[in-house]
């Protein structure tokens, strides 16, 4: 039987998409590779509302995590985290014995704009990084009103993580001044996992030349390089997830249209935010919610992993607590493609398995 799953990220395919996985080999150094990138790069600058390069990463969106941390810190990072993936970054910079400091968040609560504030007025740091949307957290930054500020502070490059939430929520790159935003494709675009994306700036791209020890694979310099000259990626690329993320993104730009998705996802987030402060609490400060996972408290006790055991037998899915939130709290996704009618059925499931 299959299982729809409502965890954050992979999600479930659309059929015709996955069928694109099964296009024919082409040379990739051809061509029709270098235009599918540049078809790519094009729905992608729409998407992104940027006029900054698109680079593709035949990785995971940690890849450009990694990447963009290690190229672009000269002097020290200022990392700030409100859950497991801005602490990645932060592991990220001290394993590759990049300068960092860690500024995390009380739990629940967001990045502010007057923490990058207090954090770049010290002129200890020429790079911030920011993670738009937490799924550990249910939890979605400010990321424009924090470009605010950092744009008062020409020297420092600000790179974020929009791996969860980009399809999902609305990040304009250029007017908030983001000089990589990056993702990746298993999440709120609806591809398999296998490709990460990023809008890169002119200026995080002459940084990058100032940096030594950038690393072979995740050369920042080197991939924009090949994007510029011919829209290529230096080593192989996932060709076969380049069909269908470029088949995709022609399914959101020109089917559902950018508002309309970004529209279906704040209603859903909506419904199971409703659901939840009826029955539960909700984990996230209000106001800061995000639309594609809702972390959901357990104030109820009960177990979260023989609910997905019951779930999965229904031929649905959840997400635990993430980190020490396991079964204090419950996750459920509602990105991609999922319909208010998947959703509302998987609310009943719930309710009908704990006697709500």
């Not at 974020?160 to 990589?180: P, Q, R, T, W, Y």
């Amino acid at each position: 039987m299959s299982v729809k799953l409502f965890i954050p990220g992979p999600v479930d395919v659309e059929a015709d998409v996955l069928e694109k996985l099964a296009t024919p080999q082409i040379g990739h150094r051809s061509k029709e590779a270098s235009d599918l990138q540049g078809r790519i790069a094009e729905k992608l600058q729409k998407l992104m509302f940027t006029k900054n390069l698109i680079i593709l990463s035949t990785s995971s969106g940690s890849g450009i995590m990694e990447m963009s941390i290690r190229s672009c810190t000269k002097k020290r990072a200022a990392v700030f985290s409100v859950g497991a993936f801005g602490d990645r970054w932060y592991k990220m910079a001290t394993t590759n014995n990049i300068p960092a400091d860690h500024f995390k968040s009380e739990p629940g609560m967001p990045t502010t704009p007057q923490m990058v504030e207090e954090a770049l007025k010290t002129g200890k740091y020429d790079v911030v990084t920011v993670t738009h949307n937490e799924t550990s957290a249910g939890l979605m930054n400010p990321v424009h009103e924090i470009g605010e500020v950092i744009k008062k502070y020409p020297d420092v490059i600000y790179l974020v993580d929009a791996v969860s939430s980009l399809g999902g929520a609305k990040i304009e790159a250029d007017k908030a001044g983001i000089d990589v935003l990056l993702s990746s494709t298993q999440k709120s675009l609806g591809v398999p996992p296998g490709l990460a994306m990023a809008s890169v700036s002119e200026k995080a791209i002459e940084r990058a030349k100032t940096v030594e020890n950038r690393g072979f694979y995740l050369d920042l310099v080197n991939v924009a390089k090949k994007a510029q000259e011919k829209n290529q990626y230096p080593t192989t690329p996932a060709t076969p997830h380049m069909w269908a993320l470029d088949y995709k993104l022609d399914k959101i730009l020109n089917q559902e249209g950018l508002e309309n998705r970004f529209n279906r996802h704040a209603k859903l987030a909506q419904i199971v935010r409703d659901w939840a402060n009826k029955y539960f609490a909700l984990y996230a400060k209000e106001g800061y919610y995000s639309n594609t996972v809702t972390t959901i408290m357990n104030t109820k006790g009960h177990s979260v992993a023989d609910l997905n055991k019951e779930l999965g037998k229904r031929g649905y899915m959840i997400s635990n607590g993430y980190g020490d939130l396991k079964e204090k709290a419950f996750r459920i996704a509602h990105m991609a493609d999922r319909t208010e009618e998947d959703l509302q059925a998987l609310l009943r499931e719930i309710e009908d398995i704990w006697n709500l």
